[in-house]
């Protein structure tokens, strides 16, 4: 299986969200031995520490450090960015891979939002939004992390909140519908604004992390049985990858000078479930441009941006 040859990055500062562990920790590893300074804006700052390190234990001298962040609270999203305005650093690299997946019941964030759709694309679209001048200082590459749950998902513009009718993988798939529907239309805006960012997205197929634990046992009085049959699955080599696979699709579009913003990378192998990065047709759902535009208006209103006040 093809790795990813990340150019030299000295000089580059990287932020990316979840990288307390799995993917996104891997994602950091990666980066920081490329030479990338890193920002990693973490909710836990115990499990945040603890990644610092193993960061720096990968990447001798590597330059990291944390910032506090929760996005499931627009005020925590807003702290951030205002913090790193004040700290007037252009961001080179910015990797939207932190996320909640499938609670089995409907849980809502600080600002009363679907848990899933507030946290995975709301969360985010606050904090691009709240950092833009810094990404155009940067003239960023921006990644946002999706899934191939976004495959089969819709948008209900009548239930965007799961009010209605909640399902725990129906949600989870219109949350990350959500994901590639904003990192595809960043790109458009910002070719017919001129803002210099390159913005495309990436999946990391089926790779075993904390996910399939942390959010399918929100809500159970019993652990979801969904973590072991992934853990049998993995140690047999069927269907699911290592963390170190599972980041390559971002690291490719977030690094290499072939990949291109309004593009979608992910796995080559069967199903995209494992297998090296490679540009994947977008999926059949995002690629209704209107619906993009209108999407983009309900969350700019529903994350408190204005990208173009930005």
Same mark, same amino acid.
């Given at each position: 299986?093809?790795?990813?040859?990340?150019?030299?990055?000295?000089?580059?500062?990287?932020?990316?969200?979840?990288?307390?562990?799995?993917?996104?920790?891997?994602?950091?590893?990666?980066?920081?031995?490329?030479?990338?300074?890193?920002?990693?804006?973490?909710?836990?700052?115990?499990?945040?520490?603890?990644?610092?390190?193993?960061?720096?234990?990968?990447?001798?001298?590597?330059?990291?450090?944390?910032?506090?962040?929760?996005?499931?609270?627009?005020?925590?999203?807003?702290?951030?960015?205002?913090?790193?305005?004040?700290?007037?650093?252009?961001?080179? %690299?910015?990797?939207?891979?932190?996320?909640?997946?499938?609670?089995?019941?409907?849980?809502?964030?600080?600002?009363?939002?679907?848990?899933?759709?507030?946290?995975?694309?709301?969360?985010?679209?606050?904090?691009?939004?709240? %950092?833009?001048?810094?990404?155009?200082?940067?003239?960023?590459?921006?990644?946002?992390?999706?899934?191939?749950?976004?495959?089969?998902?819709?948008?209900?513009?009548?239930?965007?909140?799961?009010?209605?009718?909640?399902?725990?993988?129906?949600?989870?798939?219109?949350?990350?519908?959500?994901?590639?529907?904003?990192?595809?239309?960043?790109?458009?805006?910002?070719?017919?604004?001129?803002?210099?960012?390159?913005?495309?997205?990436?999946?990391?197929?089926?790779?075993?992390?904390?996910?399939?634990?942390?959010?399918?046992?929100?809500?159970?009085?019993?652990?979801?049985?969904?973590?072991?049959?992934?853990?049998?699955?993995?140690?047999?080599?069927?269907?699911?990858?290592?963390?170190?696979?599972?980041?390559?699709?971002?690291?490719?579009?977030?690094?290499?000078?072939?990949?291109?913003?309004?593009?979608?990378?992910?796995?080559?192998?069967?199903?995209?479930?494992?297998?090296?990065?490679?540009?994947?047709?977008?999926?059949?759902?995002?690629?209704?441009?209107?619906?993009?535009?209108?999407?983009?208006?309900?969350?700019?209103?529903?994350?408190?941006?204005?990208?173009?006040?930005?």
């Amino acid at each position: 299986m093809k790795d990813v040859s990340v150019p030299d990055l000295t000089g580059k500062l990287a932020v990316v969200t979840g990288a307390s562990d799995g993917v996104g920790l891997g994602l950091a590893v990666r980066l920081a031995r490329a030479g990338a300074e890193l920002v990693l804006p973490v909710r836990n700052p115990v499990k945040g520490e603890a990644a610092v390190a193993r960061v720096r234990a990968a990447a001798p001298g590597a330059v990291v450090s944390l910032r506090e962040l929760d996005l499931a609270s627009l005020a925590s999203v807003a702290a951030l960015a205002e913090k790193l305005n004040a700290e007037d650093r252009p961001i080179d %690299i910015l990797i939207n891979n932190a996320g909640v997946m499938s609670p089995a019941t409907r849980h809502t964030t600080a600002d009363g939002l679907e848990l899933q759709f507030g946290t995975n694309h709301i969360g985010h679209v606050a904090l691009v939004g709240g %950092i833009l001048p810094l990404l155009r200082a940067g003239r960023a590459r921006v990644t946002t992390m999706s899934s191939s749950a976004a495959r089969n998902a819709r948008i209900d513009w009548d239930d965007l909140q799961s009010e209605r009718k909640y399902s725990p993988i129906r949600s989870y798939g219109l949350s990350k519908l959500a994901n590639l529907m904003f990192g595809l239309e960043l790109d458009r805006r910002s070719r017919a604004g001129g803002w210099g960012l390159v913005s495309n997205v990436a999946h990391p197929g089926t790779t075993l992390t904390n996910l399939y634990a942390s959010g399918p046992n929100l809500g159970r009085e019993r652990p979801s049985p969904l973590e072991a049959i992934m853990t049998r699955l993995s140690r047999v080599g069927l269907f699911v990858q290592t963390v170190d696979r599972g980041a390559l699709p971002a690291l490719y579009a977030a690094t290499d000078p072939r990949a291109q913003g309004g593009r979608f990378y992910g796995p080559d192998g069967f199903g995209q479930f494992t297998g090296g990065p490679t540009e994947l047709t977008v999926y059949k759902p995002a690629r209704d441009e209107a619906a993009a535009a209108r999407l983009w208006d309900v969350s700019e209103r529903l994350a408190g941006v204005e990208f173009a006040a930005a």
